[in-house]
């Protein structure tokens, strides 16, 4: 285990040509900060440019997608401050550069581990372990599966969970997506640019989606909707070719030729790390206790990985601020 001792990185100077040289290794890196942010989304970002400004050493460990779900995003709308839209991932390397610039420490890595029973907190990636006086879980969230077996055996041949990364596999062919949210809308509406024709397979017989979203994509002449349907199997040889669809009112199944299937059916918080040690709700979003503060004292969360309701990038980014804030507040106290 590292000291995280800053005396530790600096190597000793002899200064006599007599002796031999202390060889060049490399520099031992820095284990030991006041803030630790686990996860790069809008809400990681946003906090890593507050906690910096506020003087605070801070570290963002990023995660597997630095930058996030807006990653698998095309043009965002609705981002304050970009008259004509911007690109998800021109945002986020936006954001990323901006908490650099504030002095933001990021390690493109993974979290496998952390200890928040005792102080400093500890947070351990495949060959590192930090430690930190406050940690802000900004862990996010991850697409959900529909749960079939065909799901998986075609997951990448053909079944996808990000429009804007496959869409264009998908020219000139007929394209299933499932669900019936914003993320269903906005991804139907993206893959007709590409699709012969785009099937909205939806449970119900009513979008959840909001109305604007909603009329785009029903406006759509090619956007066909299944009602009351659900995907039974998918099928193919090397990559997908059918989709056995059940029609949930009669029970009656029929097949439709597809060269691909989109699942847009929500998410999942990233919260398996913090089992046992961070309260959560029965769907294992992670609870705040006092404003952005969790069950246990010094750790914040800000973003979809407590947030299920608004869920926006502009959201994520006000809870990171927040976070910040709570974390300033709280460190100050420590002194
Ligand atoms: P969502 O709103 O939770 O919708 C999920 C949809 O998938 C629902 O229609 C649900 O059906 C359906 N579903 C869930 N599990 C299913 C299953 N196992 N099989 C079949 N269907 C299933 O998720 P989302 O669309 O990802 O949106 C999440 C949040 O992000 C929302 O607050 C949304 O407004 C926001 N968002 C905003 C934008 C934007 O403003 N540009 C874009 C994307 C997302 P039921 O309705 O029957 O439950």
Avoid at 59 to 66: F, K
Avoid at 86 to 104: F, H, S, V, W, Y
Avoid at 143 to 153: F, S, V
Avoid at 162 to 168: E, I, Q, R, S, V
């Amino acid at each position: 285990m590292m000291s995280g001792d800053d005396s530790s990185l600096v190597m000793e100077d002899r200064g006599s040509n007599d002796e031999p040289k202390t060889p060049d290794f490399p520099k031992k890196t820095k284990t030991s900060y006041d803030v630790i942010i686990i996860g790069a989304g809008p809400a990681g970002y946003t906090a890593g440019i507050y906690c910096s400004r506020a003087r605070h050493d801070t570290l963002i460990i990023s995660g597997l997608l630095p930058g996030g779900q807006l990653m698998n995003t095309t043009d965002v709308e609705n981002y304050p401050g970009f008259d004509e839209g911007i690109m998800g991932p021109d945002l986020m390397l936006t954001m990323r550069k901006q908490a650099e610039r504030m002095n933001t420490t990021i390690i493109d890595d993974v979290v496998v581990n952390v200890d928040f029973r005792a102080k400093p907190f500890k947070v351990l990636t495949g060959s590192e372990e930090y430690e930190a006086k406050a940690v802000i879980v900004c862990t996010g969230a991850t697409p959900r599966k529909i749960g079939i077996e065909g799901e998986q055996t075609f997951s990448g041949k053909g079944v996808s969970y990000c429009a804007t990364c496959d869409g264009a596999f998908f020219r000139n062919q007929d394209i299933a997506v499932v669900g019936g949210g914003d993320t269903c809308m906005e991804e139907a509406t993206f893959l007709t640019k590409f699709a012969s024709k785009v099937h909205i397979i939806h449970r119900r017989d009513a979008f959840r989606a909001s109305k604007i979203m909603q009329d785009r994509a029903l406006s759509n002449e090619n956007i066909e909707v299944h009602w009351n349907s659900v995907i039974e199997d998918i099928k193919g040889d090397q990559k997908v070719q059918q989709i056995i669809l059940k029609d949930t009112k009669t029970g009656e199944n029929k097949t439709l030729e597809m060269g691909g299937v989109f699942v847009a059916i929500g998410h999942e918080p990233n919260t398996e790390l913090f089992k046992n040690q961070l309260e959560m709700d029965e769907n294992g979003y992670i609870i705040q206790k006092q404003n952005t503060e969790t069950s246990v004292k010094g750790v914040f969360t800000a973003g979809d990985v407590h947030d299920h309701r608004y869920r926006q990038a502009v959201t994520a980014a006000g809870f990171g601020c927040m976070s910040a804030i709570d974390v300033d507040k709280y460190l100050s106290e420590q002194k």
